[in-house]
């Protein structure tokens, strides 16, 4: 098809391109190489093949905006599939001879989901173009209050219309050159759409069309070399950084785990994040893989509710950093701003519930929380600056072993038992440890549920026990706040009583899945390597095993999945199961399960004043628990019995907000009674 001179100008053309790419993908791996600790590559081929089937199936990503994500798939298949056709293409072109029409059922496959996904992506990129400049929803928007650095949306909306643009051209040239063919060769029922337009050609001359398909063929392939070098600047890159990023992530134990610091190696200068080159690779790789779809702010709850905090604004202005800056960092540059100059608000990094909403929910595997807890961390650790209310639950950790600086006994919560509760010393052979936490020892709230807990197992004839005032705070609050070493010693000082104990022989069953997330996930760095269950899991457990006689309570109840039990442990069926076998009705929210929304006291929230936004989180998820109807609103974290027991006095409802474990006692109870 092509002239010995188009042959020759088109290869001089694609060595240039391919020059200038090496030059700017060299610059966007060497910023990356800035960055701490390593990408992940062990497993590699297992996890290529996943994140190979992610990118084709596009993931779960239409269970949100489920006509947006579609479209896009459109154009996702468009692409992929076009890697294909670009190289028959080329041949096309190259090889003389080489022909795709021929009447062969692969070629004929070919042909017929060339034409069918060209059509496919063009109309998904019109989509989107349209929704992005002309709709302009506000799920594209920032708040005023957000934090955006100087040019991140302007460089953002110019960047999408290059990306569109090009696609448009890429494909849509493509497109016209197959309805011209086919105008020159004849009709193709393998190719409908193309020949729906091939008619538009018909007043052409052969000569004509032969300079058309000519211009067709170098645009269609002339765009992808001009393309290319603009590569790492765009966020089209996610087409190959998305599945990199997902292959390459850090293992985690859970999405919430974060990585330990060792305060025995003195050679450490820096502890957490103040500039972009102190993040983890990882980190930076996720600035470059942003696509800017506003997924993870949809799902904030503290964007949600008028907060400066945007996890989406964020990576994007990571990425306009990174774009303005790219040849200085890969050249070894000083990278001299903080990220709190442009990157991110004071308010907002307090203002993270660490929920992990966003990075459950980003479909390239952008992580930003934990951006964010790493900025916390160089806050307290080498400025010691944070909010003023979380002096008093240090001082408590510290002195007393808990965050509300109680020195009572922590067997307080006991003393209304018609029974005793053992501890370790008293029960030694035990096979369950009940790690009551301090909310359970200290709040009168909680300490109705460890009550409840102790009350289950002691009618299921279970042989557990309690550390008693052995017991002390795990620390969560501290590295939810970004003080790591005050995490540090707690967990050392916990690790040494619960393996004196022979904790790390048993099960542990904790009442706060913020403990049974630090003891079972996040101890195993330092030597704790413990079974923890959470109590809904157990008394689904107990239950399952007929030790609780069966249930009659008829109450409509709604469960709220606690972040640190659900999106973070995975568990969303043992509380639902409990409540099911006491006879409850279970009203669902619309928000419910991986999609549920916080309560507002994760990110050590619970023990500081809400950042200034328009309302409470707690606000807006009591509103959602109380539209179900429901009689109860379930629980399984005292930091959600704390949060939402105050929205639902704030609202002035009649709803009661109970614990799982004190609604299964409550029908077992009931049972009895009825039986006596």
């Known amino acids: ?74 154009v996702a298949w468009g692409f992929i599939f076009y890697f294909l056709v670009n190289l028959t293409d080329l041949a096309e072109g190259f090889i003389p001879g080489f022909r795709v029409d021929h009447d062969t059922p692969a070629w004929n496959i070919y042909r017929l989901l060339t034409d069918l996904l060209t059509v496919a992506a063009l109309a998904g990129v019109i989509f989107l173009l349209g929704r992005r400049f002309l709709v302009r929803p506000n799920a594209l928007q920032y708040n005023d209050n957000v934090l955006l650095r100087p040019g991140a949306l302007t460089g953002l909306s110019r960047d999408s219309l290059i990306v569109g643009l090009f696609i448009l051209g890429h494909v849509g040239s493509r497109f016209i050159g197959a309805s011209v063919a086919i105008t020159a060769e004849g009709a193709d029922p393998w190719q409908p ?19 058309a398909r000519h211009v067709c063929w170098w645009l269609a392939l002339g765009l992808i070399l001009a393309f290319l070098p603009y590569f790492p600047y765009s966020k089209h890159a996610h087409l190959f950084l998305g599945p990199l990023n997902w292959m390459t992530r850090p293992h985690r134990r859970s999405m919430g785990a974060l990585d330990a610091v060792d305060f025995e190696d003195e050679t450490i200068e820096q502890f957490g994040v103040a500039r972009l080159t102190d993040l983890s690779r990882t980190q930076i790789l ?41 040849r200085g960092l890969a050249a070894g540059e000083e990278d001299a701003a903080e990220l709190m100059d442009y990157a991110i608000s004071e308010s907002a990094i307090w203002g993270c519930l660490s929920c992990g909403a966003c990075a459950e929910v980003c479909p390239v595997s952008n992580e930003p929380m934990f951006d964010i807890l790493d900025i916390r961390r160089e806050r ?12 008093n639950a240090y001082t408590g950790m ?16 006991t003393h209304a038992l018609d029974f005793d509760v053992p501890t370790v010393e008293q029960n030694p052979d035990y096979d369950l440890l009940y790690w009551v936490g301090c909310a359970g020892a200290y709040d009168p709230a909680a300490q109705r549920v460890a009550r409840a807990n102790a009350m289950l197992m002691h009618k299921a004839g279970i042989n557990f026990a309690v550390l008693g005032n052995a017991e002390s705070c795990t620390g969560d609050v501290a590295r ?42 996040e101890y195993v760095d330092f ?37 640190y039990l659900g999106r973070h442990r995975g568990s969303y069926d043992a509380p639902r199961a409990s409540l099911e076998e006491s006879g409850a009705n279970i009203a669902e929210m619309t928000r419910r399960k991986q999609d549920s929304f916080c309560c ?33 609103l379930a629980v399984g974290c005292p930091f959600c019995s704390r949060m939402l027991g105050d929205a639902n006095a704030r609202a002035g409802e009649e709803m009661q907000v109970k614990d799982v474990a004190e609604i299964v006692l409550e029908s077992v109870e009931a049972t009895t009674n009825e039986h006596e």
């Open 600 to 632: 507002g006291g994760g990110g050590a929230q619970v023990w500081k004043e809400e950042e200034p936004g328009s309302e409470a989180v707690s606000d807006v998820r009591f509103r959602e628990a109380a539209s179900t109807g429901a009689e109860t």
């Open 380 to 391: 307290v650790l080498m400025n010691g600056s944070f909010p003023d209310e979380l002096r």
């Open 193 to 211: 759409m193309a020949g729906m337009v091939s008619f538009s050609w018909a007043t052409l001359s052969g000569y004509q069309l032969e300079i």
């Open 286 to 326: 996720d600035g470059f893989a942003c696509i800017a779809c506003n997924r993870c702010q949809d799902v904030c709850p503290a964007y949600g509710t008028g907060k400066e905090l945007s996890p989406s604004a964020m990576e994007v202005n990571k990425r306009q950093y990174l774009k303005e800056n790219l």
């Open 398 to 413: 510290e002195r007393n072993g808990n965050p509300w600086q109680m020195s009572e006994d922590r067997l307080a919560w």
């Open 527 to 563: 030597g704790g390597h413990y079974e923890v269950i959470h109590h809904t899991e157990m008394i689904a457990e107990m239950q399952e095993q007929g030790s609780l006689e069966p249930a009659r309570a008829v109450s409509s109840v709604t469960f709220h999945d606690p972040c």
């Open 1 to 74: 098809m092509l002239s010995p001179l188009e042959k020759i100008l088109f290869i001089t053309l694609t060595l240039t391109s391919l020059l200038w790419t090496f030059v700017t993908f060299r610059r966007m791996v060497r910023v990356i190489q800035r960055g701490s600790g390593s990408l992940r590559w062990d497993g590699l081929v297992g996890r290529a093949i996943e994140g190979a089937g992610a990118l084709v199936t596009q993931g779960w990503m239409i269970r949100r905006r489920p006509l947006v994500s579609i479209l896009h798939a459109f």
């Open 480 to 521: 939810r706040s970004g003080n790591e070493h005050l995490f540090y010693e707690m967990a050392k000082g916990n690790i040494e009583i619960l393996n004196a104990a022979g904790a790390d022989q048993k099960r542990i069953m904790t009442g706060c899945p913020h403990c049974a997330h630090t003891l079972g996930k």
